[in-house]
């Protein structure tokens, strides 16, 4: 099963990588972490509507918040720097804001930042591209002013 989701994601056919996606998303996490090291993750967001706000709802009310979370809490930077970059442009649509915020992935964005954090974790060289995509993850959910007033309340910040 997971070499046809494989082989269909880097395919050159957009209905088989579309149907290849929605798969990955009902697989178990470990399995899908086995995928993210194969190399699919840089195909998934290549696949992501940078400019249609219905297909960036349609990603995010299909699993892939909780999913790109999870591969951000694994070890190797490359995954994170695109689940990162994925994640900024689920976070440009107004409708995710809400569910982005209310995933944790505000507690553990930071936790990415955090220096002492990121060495416990063994994120050791993140890159810059990588800082700034989370940086701009916190500005676009800023905009948002229930976000917003989580924050001063650390609703967000699972405290």
């Known amino acids: 099963m997971e070499d046809v989701i ?11 990588q579309i149907l290849a996606a929605r798969e990955l998303g009902k697989l178990a996490t470990k399995l899908r972490q ?3 090291e194969r190399g699919i993750i840089s195909r998934l967001v290549t696949m992501l509507p940078f400019h249609n706000e219905r ?5 995010a009310n299909s699993g892939a918040i909780p999913v790109l979370l999870e591969i951000i809490h694994c070890q190797k930077e490359s995954l994170i720097e695109l ?21 944790g992935a505000v507690r553990i ?6 220096f ?12 810059v591209q ?17 976000i917003v007033l989580g924050w001063g309340r650390r609703r967000w910040l699972g405290k």
């Open 109 to 114: 964005l930071v936790g990415s930042l955090n």
């Open 130 to 146: 990588a800082k700034l995509d989370i940086i701009s993850i916190f500005h676009n959910l800023s905009t948002h002013p229930s």
């Open 83 to 103: 689940a990162a970059a994925a994640l900024l442009v689920l976070s440009s649509c107004s409708a995710n804001k809400l569910a982005i915020a209310a995933s």
């Open 6 to 16: 494989v082989e269909a994601l880097l395919s050159n056919e957009r209905e088989a």
């Open 55 to 59: 297909n960036k709802i349609r990603i």
């Open 34 to 36: 086995k995928l993210a």
């Open 116 to 127: 002492q954090l990121a060495e416990e974790r063994g994120f050791h060289n993140l890159s």
